[in-house]
């Protein structure tokens, strides 16, 4: 048998207060919970075959008994969670038990149909690795050839995946205002910071590069829905991308490397100068002087206008300019 651990945290989404912090001696932050959810409880209800292979370790019923009242006491106990999630995290055993003699029927015709899996590495190996990039065996059915060290915290995970209070991955913790945590597997937070660190440094060193083009800078800033003349200095619009740089450096490297960067730029100037109009809470784009000539419903469709061949929208788009070079004057 091959045990594989496997640690996940479940965190808060926002972190304590620094007073609390300091004054954890002398307050008691009460717990969040993680409850019932009828979305989530569906969900796990209709994993029937999941539920047999684990919640009799769980429930200690067999639900093949006529006596068990099975699906009662499934539903009674995913209707019935309510787990605490202290505020420096819990921490859940998602790790799995390989074994090549188990009486699982996946394992058993599996291993008849593939003479190169003779150890429980093997097994392992197979169960967590992909043909053509795409996984051998999805997360929620490794059940069939491994078995969870601790079923209770296995089945809570799947349980949180369509939980609506919960991002399963950092990337999503702040899409809805509704979710209150987040789970990191054991390393993910330092494969961030590593990530982060070299993604940053890109957009550091693309910072170096665009200051020193003037020009560049007033495209990026216009990319920004900003107006370069609204800068007292060009330190002022350097110190402004720097800021950008560091709150947020992948918006920076894609304005920095749009390649439609140089066109974008002037449509936003055309708006900015009155050439153009950006109807009001939407993304169309009209001509100023002719409304009803649309551009585009949006700045990508705008830019496709821009780089038309067509005879009567180059046209437009030459003359849109030589108005623009004329204010520029």
């Known amino acids: 048998m091959k045990i594989v651990s496997r640690i996940a945290t479940i965190e808060w989404k926002l972190n304590p207060s620094y007073y609390v912090k300091i004054n954890k001696d ?23 075959e999941l539920l047999r292979s684990l919640m009799p370790n769980i429930l200690g019923i067999d639900p093949n008994s006529a006596s068990s009242n099975w699906h009662q006491s499934v539903k009674r106990y995913f209707d ?24 699982k029927p996946h394992v058993v015709e599996l291993l008849k149909s593939n003479s190169n899996i003779k150890t429980d590495e093997d097994l392992e190996q197979w ?11 999805l997360e929620e059915f490794k059940f069939r ?27 999503d913790v702040n899409k809805s205002n509704f979710i209150k945590f987040y789970i990191v597997m054991e390393g993910e937070l ?22 020193k083009d003037s020009k560049k800078v007033d495209n990026m800033i216009y990319l920004y829905d900003l107006d370069p003349v609204d800068f007292k200095t060009d330190i002022d ?46 993304s ?22 821009f780089n038309s061949n067509a005879q009567v929208k180059s046209a437009k788009v030459k003359e849109l300019y030589t108005k623009l070079n004329s204010l520029n004057k």
Request: charged share 30%; glycine share 4%; aromatic share 8%.
């Open 190 to 211: 330092e494969d961030n910071k590593r990530k982060a660190f070299v993604k940053a440094e890109e957009a550091n060193e693309k910072y170096m590069l665009a200051i």
């Open 127 to 137: 169960v967590n690795g992909t043909i053509k990039h795409k996984p051998n065996v």
């Open 145 to 171: 050839y491994a078995t969870p060290i601790k079923p209770e915290d296995y089945i809570l995970w799947l349980y949180t995946w369509e939980y609506r209070d919960v991002a399963n991955k950092l990337e």
């Open 284 to 305: 169309i784009i009209v001509d100023a002087s002719e409304p009803d000539i649309v551009l585009g419903d949006t700045l990508y469709e705008t830019v496709a206008y």
């Open 26 to 48: 002398n307050i008691v932050e009460d717990n969040r919970r993680l409850g019932s959810s009828m979305k989530a409880v569906n969900a796990m209800l209709a994993r029937g």
């Open 237 to 282: 619009k350097n110190m402004f991308l720097k800021e950008q740089v560091n709150s947020n450096p992948d918006k920076f490297i894609t304005v920095y490397d749009d390649k439609a960067i140089q066109v974008k730029a002037d449509i936003e100037r055309m708006i900015k100068k009155g050439v153009l109009n950006r109807l009001p809470n939407t």
């Open 80 to 103: 019935s969670l309510s787990i605490p999630v202290p505020p420096s995290g819990l921490m859940l055993e998602l790790g799995l038990e390989y074994d090549i003699t188990s009486d």
